[in-house]
């Protein structure tokens, strides 16, 4: 195959960039929220719903990506390697869950 598949090479690292903003400004803004309401949890809520989205929708670029990169294989380590990269979100979401979980048990609410 003749044409570069930028799409689907830059694909991963788009979508881990912004999973990783989204999934920051939550982690962030639940944090203000719980300083002026400490009863309010509409963000944890929110949150949880973003990562169960992003979990789904990551899987399927990874996926997708691994499988696109058998069809180019002069492209295939470049995409292999960026499939990766976006899989560091994952340990992320996990320690933004652990703090999280660890402060609002710290609050006896």
Known sequence: ???E??????TPLF????????GTLLFLAHFVLNFID???????ITGFF???AAIIV???VFVLTIGTSLC???????MILNAFIQLA???????YLYIVVSFTTNLNL
């Open 72 to 78: 180019y294989p002069e492209y295939q380590n470049q």
């Open 58 to 60: 990551n899987l399927i």
């Open 15 to 22: 979508v881990a960039k912004w999973s990783f903003i989204i």
């Open 38 to 44: 400490p009863h309010n949890n509409i963000i944890a």
């Open 89 to 95: 979100n994952i340990p992320i979401a996990m320690l």
């Open 50 to 52: 973003f990562v169960v």
């Open 1 to 3: 195959m003749d044409t």
């Open 5 to 10: 598949p930028s799409v689907t090479i830059k």
